[in-house]
């Protein structure tokens, strides 16, 4: 992977050492030398580099300053770059990553930026499943089942648009399912197993291999002695729940 790397020193041999040390790294692209802070702060809003390397001493505006005058959504690694040792406590206060004091070997250089080149790779996992967690949660959604909110249901010689949150319970009956609701029932030519797979099943559950209920018209449930239950609606209706499905409302 390539990283973008930018260079901001007033001091033409300083940039020049920077720049030979970053040509032996193949994961570099140099996308701006810079000579001063007001140049570094226009360079790096523009070309939004990954890691770079500031002077702290510099004509207009300094390292440090420039840093807290960065106006980008994704702030680069910073690595100060000065003849001073005493700016050290400020460069961290300034979330640098590094702080090399000139003048510095090929060695110290590498042991810099090999800790850039891991953070570097840390925070791109991260951002890699950040995104991937997101997307993936946004797929799981628009590839869920969508359920009825609208069943039709022919009535004589008209069709009926029943909502499903109306149903209070579906029944099996010969040929056909009978949809109950608070003021009627209505006879449809489909199989209680077909009709279930339209329904939501965290609203509606089967307690019965012939009847399916609506959670939202339950008042109660009575338990027997055999094993089996009584599911009391509320508006009085005793449906059978038979041992077979109690698991779907009682667990």
Known sequence: MTY?????????????????QLQRYTQVELVAICKNGNEALVAIEKNEPDVVFLDIQMPELNG???????????????IFVTAYDNYAIQAFEA?????????????????????VLKQLELTNKQEFTAIFEKYGQF???????????????????????LKTADLIYIEADGNYI????????YLLSETLAHFETR?????????????????????????????DYSVILKNA???RMSRNFKDNLIR
């Open 4 to 20: 973008k790397v930018l260079i901001a020193d007033d001091e033409s041999i300083a940039r020049e050492i920077l720049q030979k």
């Open 64 to 78: 440090i300053d420039l840093v807290k005058n960065l106006k980008i959504n994704k702030l680069p690694l910073v």
């Open 95 to 115: 979330n640098a990553i590094d702080y090399l004091l000139k003048p510095f070997d090929e060695e110290r250089f590498d042991r810099m930026f090999q800790k």
């Open 139 to 161: 797929f799981q959604q628009i590839s869920q089942p969508t359920y009825a909110e609208i069943v039709t249901v022919k009535d004589g010689g008209r069709i009926q648009l």
């Open 178 to 185: 009978s949809l109950h609701t608070e003021k009627s029932k």
């Open 199 to 227: 329904l939501n099943p965290k609203t509606f559950v089967r307690i019965h291999r012939s009847t399916i209920v609506n959670l939202n018209f339950i008042k109660e449930i009575q338990s027997h002695f055999n094993g």
């Open 237 to 239: 209706k005793v449906l």
